[in-house]
């Protein structure tokens, strides 16, 4: 996002935001998949790993295609993007299908697994702009506090 003077936060993300999503995503998966089996029953838990694993596919294929995209030629992407999209939701579509025809869902457990990279994309980029925010908007005067000199810097906090 471009910012300006008067716009007091901006969003920047860097090279390796996608990876640390899908790590994140990862982990709170497996922390949430761990906790459910104490609180659902087995096909719940299920529903929720499989949900997570759906999400984490669909993300890293996600991820693939971009990286694709920004090194082949305009005239290329268009009919890739149209052929992985068309296997990619019909792998998807025979998954779903299959789960839900040969198991009991948890339907509440699985749109939780499906949801939960948006989940951790919302939190991490909420964060960093809260962040950014913050480091704006709190002033640090540069006087002596009690005898202590104070060193602040233009970044923030």
Same mark, same amino acid.
């Given at each position: 996002?471009?910012? /300006?003077?008067?716009?007091?936060?901006?969003?920047? *993300?860097? /090279? =390796?935001?996608? /990876?640390?999503? @899908?790590?994140?995503?990862?982990? @709170?998966?497996?922390?949430?998949?761990?906790?459910?089996?104490?609180?659902?029953?087995? &096909? =719940?838990?299920?529903?929720?790993? #499989?949900?997570?694993?759906?999400?984490?596919?669909?993300?890293? &294929?996600?991820?693939?295609?971009?990286?694709?995209?920004?090194?082949?030629?305009? !005239?290329?992407?268009?009919?890739?993007? @149209?052929?992985?999209?068309?296997?990619?939701?019909?792998?998807?579509?025979?998954? @779903?299908?299959?789960?839900?025809?040969?198991?009991?869902?948890?339907?509440?457990?699985?749109?939780?697994?499906?949801?939960? #990279?948006?989940?951790?994309?919302? &939190?991490?980029?909420? !964060? +960093?702009? *809260?962040?950014?925010?913050? +480091?704006?908007?709190?002033?640090? !005067? !540069?006087?002596?506090? =009690?005898?202590?000199?104070? +060193?602040?810097?233009?970044?923030?906090?």
């Amino acid at each position: 996002m471009i910012t /300006d003077d008067k716009t007091k936060y901006s969003l920047s *993300l860097d /090279d =390796g935001f996608p /990876d640390r999503v @899908l790590k994140t995503s990862l982990y @709170l998966s497996l922390m949430i998949i761990v906790c459910s089996l104490s609180y659902l029953s087995l &096909m =719940g838990t299920v529903s929720v790993a #499989v949900g997570c694993f759906i999400s984490l596919i669909l993300y890293k &294929m996600l991820w693939w295609m971009v990286q694709y995209a920004v090194r082949h030629k305009r !005239s290329e992407i268009k009919g890739f993007f @149209l052929k992985v999209s068309l296997v990619k939701y019909g792998i998807v579509g025979a998954m @779903l299908l299959s789960f839900c025809l040969f198991c009991e869902v948890n339907v509440i457990a699985l749109a939780l697994g499906l949801g939960m #990279v948006l989940i951790v994309l919302v &939190m991490k980029i909420g !964060s +960093n702009l *809260l962040v950014n925010y913050m +480091n704006k908007s709190i002033k640090v !005067s !540069s006087q002596n506090i =009690g005898g202590i000199p104070v +060193n602040s810097s233009k970044k923030g906090v």
